[in-house]
């Protein structure tokens, strides 16, 4: 796992399916920490973040048919420490997103 210090990056998910939630999940814990149910903080330099994308679009793939109109998997990368107060408040809508799965 590539880590480093100031690339912050947050995934968040919103999935209907316990099975695609669940391999999501899974997924996650090899690239970063939980920090709320379904939100998990990643220190990846940028390779770090393509292998995280490939492997959250591999699960998507894999389980296409458990996806629901209304599931949403997002990536904010590259956040400065300051932004992450952001991201865990209500102003997290104020951050675009950087990769949009579903």
């Known amino acids: 796992m590539s880590h480093t210090k100031s690339n912050i990056t947050i995934v968040c998910y919103d999935i209907t399916s316990n099975r695609l939630r669940s391999k999501i999940d899974k997924c996650m ?15 990846l ?5 393509k292998r995280c994308r490939s492997a959250l679009l ?7 048919g458990e ?20 991201v865990m408040g209500a102003k997290i809508a104020n951050i675009a997103p950087t990769f949009l799965v579903l």
Do not use: A, M, T, Y
């Not at 690239?31 to 379904?38: L, V």
């Not at 996806?67 to 952001?86: A, G, K, T």
């Open 29 to 43: 814990k090899d690239f970063g920490i939980r920090i709320q149910f379904s939100i998990f903080l990643c220190r």
């Open 45 to 49: 330099d940028s390779e770090g973040v």
């Open 58 to 64: 591999d699960v998507v793939r894999k389980f296409s």
């Open 67 to 86: 996806s629901n109109p209304e599931d949403s998997l997002i990536i904010f990368e590259r956040l400065s420490p300051n932004s992450v107060d952001c």
